[in-house]
């Protein structure tokens, strides 16, 4: 996506085949401002989806700790052993 931004914004580019193409300098501005746009939102999406993981991820972990007695595995076993945690929380650990 940012190789597009980038050729929207140069105001020329030219097709697979070589033909150049014209188009306004505004149209190309708009759908530049546009994808930037999208792509900021996708990320605060992305963001906060992340933040609902982690903040569902802690309040199991705190259950769990409350409701099993201390348990002296290393952190890997203590994650595997909380049964319904997304995998994605386990693969943040390692990503």
């Given amino acids: ?10 105001g020329e580019q030219a097709d697979m085949d070589g033909t150049l193409v ?3 300098r505004q149209a190309c501005e708009e759908a530049a401002d546009a994808i930037e746009a999208l792509q900021a939102q996708l990320a605060e999406a992305r963001d906060k ?4 993981v982690a903040k569902e991820a802690d309040e199991r972990v705190k259950a ?3 409701a ?3 348990y002296d595995g290393s952190l ?5 052993r909380i049964a319904g945690l997304p995998a994605a929380i386990r693969d943040m650990k390692e990503g």
Avoid: G, T, Y
């Fill in 22 to 24: 014209k188009v306004s």
């Fill in 76 to 80: 890997e076993e203590i994650i595997e």
């Fill in 1 to 10: 996506m940012d190789e597009l931004v980038k050729a929207l914004r140069a």
């Fill in 68 to 70: 099993e007695p201390p």
């Fill in 49 to 52: 989806a992340l933040e609902d």
């Fill in 64 to 66: 769990w700790l409350e």
